[in-house]
């Protein structure tokens, strides 16, 4: 199970009657949909609160139609290699719950996620599935030293010290970033001169690449709506002039490539 632990002192925290509770009776409800927020006000962020609504939204409308299927099934394919007992996975940045909630339908693991937006974490809870989400932010994860076998991290921002801290001696970081093709269709749509991915591993000082693996598949986008919902879950759609945004208006359809490269670490 998950190792969480109270973000005011860091003791053991155990879940009651809807309440999460230290030793030191530090509590923290949970909220409706089941997930609790552990950011205090000191790892609170300024003003940027992680991802909006709308941003969330489209990111489950479109993950669920499955056009990442070939991603999901080679961090399944990653894990059962790893051939770890029931291993404890942490989907940090974990969004809207979409890869925690494949994972856990298809291996016998614990799952926890978190994310620093709340509207992420409440439709994460909604998937009711057993698995444990709180609201928190990666610089200070509210997880007990060395309980994590698997810290999943896709797409979000890195934190070598955390990550490190968190998984076990014999754990694993799994980190997925976009490979250089990836959505370069829509990118060749929207812009005079698109650019590949530059397809960088995450900056880490002391972790130990174990292995890179590259997954590539082309999909077809099948509705004008699955291609808006895809746009505006890509930071693109916020950095796109309105009228290079119109110009997928008309479009009902699209083959495009997907691609994304997954790097293994160890500490
Ligand atoms: C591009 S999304 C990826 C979400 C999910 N991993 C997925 O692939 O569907 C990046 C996520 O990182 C979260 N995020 C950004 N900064 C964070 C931080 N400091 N701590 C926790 N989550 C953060 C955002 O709220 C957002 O949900
Ligand atoms: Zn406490």
Same mark, same amino acid.
């Given at each position: 199970m998950a190792e969480i632990i109270c973000p005011v002192c860091g003791e053991l925290l155990t879940a009651t009657n809807r309440t999460y509770k230290c030793k030191n009776n530090h509590c923290f409800d949970m909220a409706k949909e089941g997930y609790v927020n552990l950011l205090t006000g000191k790892h609170? &962020? *300024?003003?940027?609160? *992680? #991802?909006?609504r709308d941003m969330a939204l489209n990111r489950r409308e479109f993950l669920c139609e499955g056009y990442f299927d070939a991603l999901v099934h080679g961090i399944i394919e990653l894990i059962k290699e790893?051939? !770890? &007992? %029931?291993p404890v996975i942490a989907d940090i =940045? =974990? *969004?809207?719950g979409y890869y925690g909630d494949r994972i856990k339908n298809e291996i016998e693991c614990d799952v926890f996620g978190f994310d620093l937006s709340k509207e992420m974490v409440r439709l994460a809870s @909604? %998937? @009711?599935?057993g698995i444990t989400y709180f609201v928190g932010n990666l610089s200070h994860i509210p997880v007990r030293d060395s309980s994590v076998d698997i810290a999943l991290h896709l797409f979000a921002p890195f934190h070598e010290k955390e990550f490190s801290r968190i998984i076990k001696d014999n754990g694993y970081i799994i980190s997925v970033v976009a490979g250089e093709n990836h959505l370069f269709e829509l990118k060749e749509l929207l812009y005079d001169t698109p650019y590949k991915n530059d397809e960088k591993p995450p900056e880490t000082?002391? !972790? $130990? !690449?174990l292995e890179k693996r590259k997954i590539t598949a082309r999909v077809h986008l099948k509705s004008n709506k699955d291609i808006m919902a895809l746009f505006k879950m890509t930071p693109y759609y916020y950095h796109t002039k309105d009228e290079d945004k119109a @110009? !997928? $208006? #008309?479009?009902?359809g699209m083959d495009i490539t997907t691609e994304f490269v997954l790097f293994v670490y160890s500490k």
């Open positions: 609170k &962020p *300024g003003s940027e609160m *992680g #991802d909006n790893q051939a !770890l &007992p %029931r =940045c =974990c *969004g809207e @909604k %998937r @009711k599935n000082a002391n !972790l $130990t !690449l @110009k !997928l $208006t #008309d479009i009902n």
